[in-house]
């Protein structure tokens, strides 16, 4: 009876291991998001008919004009033009539309309540460099997609659950085509040969992330230097650049 006991306790304790293992490998924010980046990336890797349709992911591209570098999680290049997708693992509820800067999560039943960066206007700055690359005559398009589908209070022109970006590239395949095959290879040559030329490690993406972060904190415009001051907008007090119109960057309050 006493070596049931001890046996049923050993493999009580395997059992906690193994959830603890599960919980730190796989069920971390970390892990659930680059499961989502993957499903994604299949979903457009499937949108793929050709040769010349190709999808770069988590590429980090660097802009020498402000010492910035983004992360994009996918690039598609297809015969209807460029898809930058940003992938988005929230759970809970979500509110927010394109004219917010802010939008709102809510967990727990609305008893815990979190506020974030619009995803619709983070994923701008990746679409803006992207068109900085490969010139104004190339169509560059911004997605993003909730990979929860919880997108019903989302208002947003812009956003999808994965099933909705499927059907979304397939009926935009239904239109005439924006690329020919040798635009596709081009584009495609342009992007990595400027990734390559500019090369950036995560860790460094990481220390531009965080120069941003201290040069706002100290009140000064990360994109081209100008004062960061107080301004009031159509949706509260928010601060923008003192080089507007030119600088056209802002940070909420």
Known sequence: MTILIVISVIIFVLLLGLVAVYKIRYDNPQARGKRGENRVANILQLCCV??????????????????????????????????????KNYSGMVYGSDSQREWVQFLAGGNVKNTFYSPVKQNA????????????????????VFVQGNIGNIHSVYVYSPGGLRQYLLSVREEPPALTPEQQDKIYRDLCEYRDGHAVSQEEHLTNIYKKQAA???????????????????????????NYPKCKFTKQL
């Open 125 to 144: 700055t990746h679409v803006y460099l992207v068109r900085t690359i490969l010139g104004k005559q190339v169509p560059v398009h911004g997605l993003v």
């Open 50 to 87: 050709s040769e010349h349709d190709r999808v770069l992911n988590d590429t980090i591209l660097y802009n020498p004009q402000n010492d910035n570098s983004s992360q994009i999680d996918h690039i598609l290049i297809c015969s209807h033009g460029v898809f930058i997708v940003e992938t």
């Open 216 to 242: 706002i904190a100290s009140g000064i415009c990360p994109r081209c230097g100008g004062n960061l001051v107080l301004r009031k907008g159509k949706y509260g007090q928010f601060y923008g650049c003192s």
